[in-house]
């Protein structure tokens, strides 16, 4: 017999329909010569700090025990909150256990989702349930219609295939227990308040909060551009000039334009040509979330678990991909979803090109597709029947066999030998394709100027300002996150062209920001923290993210794009086989042990090391009260009797240090202070000196 453990009970039954001839028995199902039963997803969680260290699990945090760098993960079956067994849990596994060992099952077959996740949620069942050593195979599926897996099934591949994979979902999922737990807690005990630090969310919000941070902080500035709205032959013509002019340059734009209206303007060149207008590439899971944000403020995760919905029901290919590009051994699959997608009546051919197929765009899976499976409309809700158009749409206009064809203009009109300037225009002649997906070009039409024409002009000053950053959007911030080292420009220009070699790379190099699977369970993670909000499909920084990315930095915890990218690069080795699980984890190790570090021998002038909450500073020169480390800073605890002598913990962009904050304290001032930043953002040094009335003041002599 043949034992297949799945991901999840959805999956189980979609497997036993590819299979058929199935009869329900206690906690699986039986399918001839197959076995089928299922986990609940994670059956099995990491231990936590106080299993590692013998410490009651109620005590409250303390430092004892950090930074806790086990010798060798365990894992132990998931638990209530309360730390109590879940019953639910330990029957399931009890279920798998049993069917692993007993005597006619001589082949095991792990059915996870077909991702790293999915790879070690069974390898742990298989690993924790076995007694004895019995070969395990993998059944990889792309979709979960019955024709997928009655295929999959007599083309398994030993587990053993996969490592690669499971390696680098038990690497990450080691080095984010450690961020998570060692910096978490960390941060707590510094700041008196749950600081949920990780190795993606932190680079995540930061981005947030630094945008909005300089949206803020913007100040914006007046200047004078030059242009013409003049009318030829009934028809405006709008030729805006590139000199800019500072907001004191009036006299001088006025100028300027006297001289350009000197001039005689006139078309110099028209060139018009016939194109054919290409459709956009397959959707990825975030470039699909993009338009889902962008056309329906869908969010991230509203739309991943619609997506998976219609995955699960055999609608929709595996969601959480990273790729726009199908497997060249996909091609017989897609000619015959094409053939179905053409019984409906749509004009679909198949086409064979480097575009749609190419095998070095994919890493684990193909894009999303719709499978061979059409949905009745009753058989979909409304925001189901919505997302599944979108893809269907979407693969319709790739394969469709009518082409778009437009016209393009470009008009190059003159104005003396001062400046050039050239009017683009589009007219879409045949939709094509365009008539089941949007295309990015609309129709713009230009005046009906030729070559040698004269253009009347009338330029004039108009008062402008610089405009601040804008807001990150789902689709924006999405697009940051797969490559945060490109400029914004350049991400939108590839993901939206052809010549989209540089973000593969960086995907696949592991320069991104979390992953396809990964990516909107952190996001909604954020916004669950209340350290980000999501508006329509705008995000922005709540004051608690504000304090959480401030936090980590007067902590100095670098959790930036930076170090989360290098730490992602080396799981893409372990994936690779070009680093170890062990070596990813010490790589992990170092940057956390840098910030548990005690920094000794730091002289007063650059020490920064604010203390931990609660620490005590001295008395209170007002009242004589204690004064203690707080959330923002050093304050009195006599402030309940209205005593107001406190500490700020930043002053001019600088970290106050608890040595300082005593000093202070006991003889009224603190030593010579580096790194205090003005207005003007100039760095100086100075000593604080505290007042009578308590008041605390810069000293330069």
Excluded at 383 to 390: G, H, K, S
Excluded at 521 to 530: E, F, L, P, T, Y
Excluded at 578 to 585: E, L
Aim: charged share 30%.
């Amino acid at each position: 017999m043949t034992l297949i453990i799945a991901e999840k009970p959805s999956l189980a039954r979609n497997i036993a329909a590819g299979i058929g001839d199935c009869v329900r028995r206690n906690g699986y199902l039986e399918c001839g010569e197959y076995l089928i039963t299922w986990a609940f997803g994670h059956l099995f969680s990491l231990y936590d700090v106080e299993d590692y260290t013998g410490r009651d699990k109620g005590a409250r945090w303390s430092m004892e025990g950090l930074p806790c760098f086990p010798e060798r993960f365990e894992f132990r079956l998931r638990t209530n909150p309360d730390g109590t067994g879940d019953s639910g849990v330990i029957d399931r596994f009890d279920t798998i256990k049993s069917l692993c060992n007993r005597d006619d099952v001589d082949r095991i077959v792990n059915a996870g989702d077909a991702d790293r996740e999915g790879e070690i949620i069974i390898r742990l069942c298989i690993q924790k349930a076995l007694k004895t050593q019995k070969p395990v195979c993998r059944l990889w599926l792309p979709d979960q219609t019955p024709q997928t897996v009655s295929a999959a099934l007599c083309d398994m591949k030993p587990q053993s295939d996969y490592d690669g994979l499971a390696n680098e979902g038990f690497a990450r999922t080691y080095i984010d227990w450690l961020y998570g737990i060692n910096l978490t807690r960390y941060a707590t005990l510094k700041t008196g308040v749950l600081l949920r630090v990780g190795r993606v969310i932190a680079p995540i919000v930061r981005a947030i909060y630094e945008r909005d941070m300089a949206i803020r902080n913007f100040t914006p500035e007046k200047y004078y551009g030059i242009q013409s709205d003049a009318e030829t032959c009934g028809h405006k013509v709008e030729l805006v000039s590139k000199k800019k002019f500072p907001c004191d340059g009036l006299q001088k734009a006025l100028e300027t334009c006297a001289l350009y209206n000197a001039q005689t303007a006139r078309v110099l060149d028209k060139k018009t040509k016939k194109d054919t207008l290409k459709p956009s590439k397959l959707y990825s899971l975030s470039k699909l979330q993009n338009v889902l944000g962008k056309k329906y403020k869908m969010s991230m995760e509203q739309s991943l678990q619609i997506v998976q919905r219609l995955y699960e029901q055999g609608y929709l290919t595996y969601p959480r991909t990273n790729s726009e590009y199908l497997a060249v051994a996909e091609k017989d699959k897609i000619r015959k979803i094409i053939s179905n997608v053409a019984q409906l009546g749509y004009p679909v051919e198949f086409k064979d090109k480097k575009t749609i197929f190419d095998d070095s765009k994919i890493e684990s899976h193909s894009a999303l597709t719709p499978t061979y499976k059409i949905p009745a409309k009753s058989a979909l809700s409304e925001e189901e029947m919505l997302v599944y158009q979108t893809v269907f749409r979407r693969f319709v206009a790739v394969f469709c066999s009518e082409e778009c064809r437009a016209q393009k203009t470009e008009i190059t009109i003159g104005v003396g030998d001062l400046e050039q300037f050239v009017l683009r225009g589009t007219v879409i002649l045949e939709p094509g394709w365009t008539r089941f997906d949007d295309s990015p070009q609309k129709d713009k039409l230009l005046p009906p100027l030729e070559k040698g024409d004269s253009v009347n002009i009338d330029f004039k000053p108009k008062e402008k300002e610089t405009s601040p950053p804008k807001h990150y959007t789902i689709e924006t911030l999405n697009n940051y996150l797969k490559n945060p080292f490109r400029e914004e420009k350049t991400r939108a220009a590839e993901s939206d062209g052809e010549d989209d070699e540089e973000e593969y790379r960086a995907m696949f190099e592991g320069l991104e920001l979390g992953t396809e699977a990964t990516r909107t369970g952190i996001i909604d993670n954020a916004r669950r923290s209340k350290y980000i909000e999501l508006k329509k499909d705008v995000y922005y920084i709540l004051p608690d993210g504000e304090y959480f990315i401030e936090s980590l930095m007067r902590m100095d915890i670098s959790m930036d794009k930076y170090k989360t990218s290098q730490l992602g690069q080396a799981l893409k080795k372990v994936y690779r086989g070009q680093m170890s699980v062990g070596d990813a984890v010490e790589l992990a190790k170092s940057e956390i042990s840098d910030v548990f570090r005690v920094q000794t021998g730091v002289s007063p002038e650059k020490d920064r090391d604010s203390g931990f909450y609660g620490d005590e500073v001295g008395l209170c020169p007002l009242c004589g009260q204690k004064v203690v480390r707080g959330r923002y800073g050093f304050g009195c605890m006599g402030y309940k009797d209205g005593c107001k002598f406190r500490i700020n913990g930043v002053i001019c962009r600088r970290v106050i240090s608890l040595s300082n904050a005593k000093l202070l304290i006991e003889t009224g001032k603190t030593s010579k202070i580096e790194g205090f930043v003005s207005k003007n953002g100039k760095e100086f040094s100075a000593t604080l000196r505290l007042e009578s009335d308590g008041n605390i003041t810069f000293d330069f002599n």
